[in-house]
């Protein structure tokens, strides 16, 4: 597609339940980056992948987080047993490659609720 | 990576230019100065980016003082569609510089 495409656009879910959220970058983006932004908050890096490189997860919250790139392409992000304070929008963006003079394209993120 | 500073909110009149600061007093000679905004409920969206001469695309206009201890980000007509949070953020390029830190920014408020 044109752009990175994240899906649900919306999840309200109940504590305790898993969920995940899925990212579909740009066609070619090696690189791809998971973020959070709480209400009123800033973006808070989550996990970032490049080709077939181990992922920088240094960013996940805790153990309940967990994310794959499956072939290179799309990438899942899993809370397990989700707590109220995982409520945010959580943003994906890809780039060209890891160098950042290409810039980021971000979707448009998934706004979760934990209830 | 170094600290940036930038004023909580600012207003302009539609079709005027906006001008936003940023400081970033300990920026580093390999560091690039990045500018991205976020529109209400939207991802944030790249501008521009440079490291030492200024820089212009359809989008804006980048200007570096000649120290590259502060910037501003010109847009020259601004209109309602550039109210947003726009992030400025300093990074190297390359190698283990591939996260962007993003702060509060600014709220640029675009008035009829």
């Known amino acids: 597609g044109a752009g990175v495409s994240q899906s649900p656009s919306n999840k309200v879910t109940e504590k305790g339940k898993d969920v995940e959220l899925r990212c579909d970058p740009i066609?070619?983006?090696?690189?791809l980056y998971w973020y959070r932004q709480s209400l009123g908050q800033g973006l808070e890096f989550l996990i970032y992948?490049?080709?077939?490189?181990?992922?920088?997860k240094s960013g996940l919250p805790s153990d309940r987080f967990s994310a794959e790139r499956t072939g290179g392409s799309v990438s899942t992000l899993t809370i397990q047993r989700t707590q109220q304070e995982d409520s945010a929008v959580y943003l994906c963006?890809?780039?060209?490659?890891?160098?950042?003079?290409?810039?980021?394209?971000f979707g448009s993120g998934t706004r979760l609720t934990v209830v | 990576d170094a600290k940036t500073t930038q004023p909580t909110s600012m207003d302009c009149a539609e079709g005027r230019a906006a001008n936003l600061p940023c400081n970033h007093s300990?920026?580093?000679?390999?560091?690039?100065v990045y500018w991205y905004r976020q529109i209400h409920s939207q991802g944030p969206q790249y501008i521009i980016h440079?490291?030492?001469n200024n820089e212009t695309n359809e989008m804006a206009s980048l200007i570096i003082t000649e120290d590259r201890k502060s910037s501003t980000l010109i847009l020259p007509h601004a209109t309602l569609r550039d109210t947003a949070v726009y992030y400025c953020?300093?990074?190297?390029?390359?190698?283990?510089?591939?996260?962007?830190?993003f702060g509060k920014g600014t709220l640029l408020t675009v008035n009829p």
């Open positions: 963006a890809s780039s060209l490659d890891s160098n950042l003079y290409y810039g980021y394209t």
């Open positions: 066609s070619g983006h090696t690189a």
């Open positions: 992948f490049q080709g077939n490189s181990a992922p920088d």
């Open positions: 300990t920026i580093s000679g390999n560091e690039y």
């Open positions: 440079g490291l030492k």
């Open positions: 953020i300093v990074s190297g390029s390359g190698g283990s510089n591939y996260k962007l830190t």
